[in-house]
């Protein structure tokens, strides 16, 4: 079928390379996900503690005309219900670092990672900042926290967020993560590998991404995806945690980066991974001929259309002692 | 001054945070390093030391501080770290004018100290800090990626 004759009711048109990749995949419902690409995703926030109790923060924006609930996979998360036309992101509270604006599923894998105050922690590819500032805001300020992306360009709002959310315990690099491993090996405690992706699972913030796909960019995004994911788990302290995360349902950006890892790194063990209330769905076990490992089954992954929010995949890993 | 400050360059710029704002030993607990534009940023210990392994290092730290002619202005940041601190050249603002300020729009506040610079609050919230003109009125020294409105007014990049 081609990209002009699809019949789906959401009335965005998909390529036919999206659309071929959609019907392969066995627990797709193509209308409900191409419906949820067609819909914003819902205005979500998260409370700096960096800056002020999480209460006077609440008390702060109910004065000022915001309404909002809790969100229960993360601990600082909220979903905005009503409040000024202006919106958040220009609201004086973002200004000032009080809240930072994020996606709902986004908040996701620092709350899986856990990082403690005082500790080392690598966020190897950083920028924007989002989940960079929620891993300090976990640390309380404490500890190492190093923050890298390789692009000059993404770095400028990885600086500006972490500055606007007052993290004092940060260094910031600009490297190519793959050769992280080279001088930081057995340096972390923790390492978030929020991987870049073909960002499948984003569609209603970025409809660009659905006409950029095709199977060919996602094997060669694979393709660093499992060299970044290597370098991480090479910077990991025997006995720490790794959290690999995409915004993509892509399995070859998922389940084969991380049954590569567990190939390659006999000591690498999945522990299991817990939406806390956001409806999830089992990670495929194999696809397009491939197998994927056993333990695949831990890892947390979730369509846009499950959660009318991001579509992510996250892997928790541990390293033996 | 310029890369991590010693001791004694610590204890100029504290001097400085004394006199202006009335904070003591702001950097008592902080490793401080003036970087380009003579911006302060401070960090711990550790994490100084950590970064000497790393490579294409691009900043360490939280930015608190512009140095100027034995001046110094604070960052939104450093007045917010430095809260429970500061004592003195401060303006209270009603909503509306932190609105404004964040706005970038210049304040005119009466009985205002003769300080080229003072901190502003609203509440409990500290807003950074603004430069007093001749004119008597208040700059708000907000980077424009931060002002809540653009094009009011061009607001002095910190």
New interface residues.
Partial sequence: MSACTWSGQSGINPSDDLLDFLRRLPDMDIDAYLEAASKPLPECFRINTL??PEE?VKN?LKD?GWSFVKIPWARFGYKLMSGPE?GLG???EH????IYVQGPVSMLPAEVLEPKPGT?VLDLCASPGSKSTQLAQLMNN?G?L?C?DISATR?KPL??NL??C??????????DGRLFRN??KE?FDNVLVDAPCSSLGILSKDWSAANRYSEKLSRRISRLQQSLLISAYDCLKPGGLLVYSTCTIHPLENEWVVTHLLDERSDAKLLPVSGNGLKSRKPLEEWAGVKFSSEIKNCFKCYPHDNDAEGFFIAKIKKEM | MKGVLTEEEKKKVEELLENQYGISNALKN?VAIVSGENRIR???K??LE??W???????????IAKLAENEVSL???GT??FSGLIRKNIINLT?DE??KW?RGETLRIENVSNSRYVVAKFD??F?GTGRVGKDGLIYPQ?PK?????QNLRSAENL
């Avoid at chain 1, 200004?95 to 009080?98: A, F, K, P, V």
């Avoid at chain 2, 392994?53 to 930015?63: D, Q």
């Avoid at chain 2, 990626?145 to 409105?149: E, G, H, S």
């Fill in positions: 800056k002020l006077r702060l000022r202006s220009r609201s004086m200004m000032l670092g009080l080392a404490e190492i190093v890298n770095i600086v500006a500055q606007r007052g993290v004092i315990n940060v260094i910031i690099v600009q490297s001088w930081c340096q | 902080y401070i960090t711990h550790d994490v950590f970064s392994k790393l490579k294409g290092v691009v900043n360490i730290g939280l930015y960052s939104i940041e917010q770290l909503i932190a609105e964040m409990d919230i807003l907000i990626n931060r002002l809540t409105a």
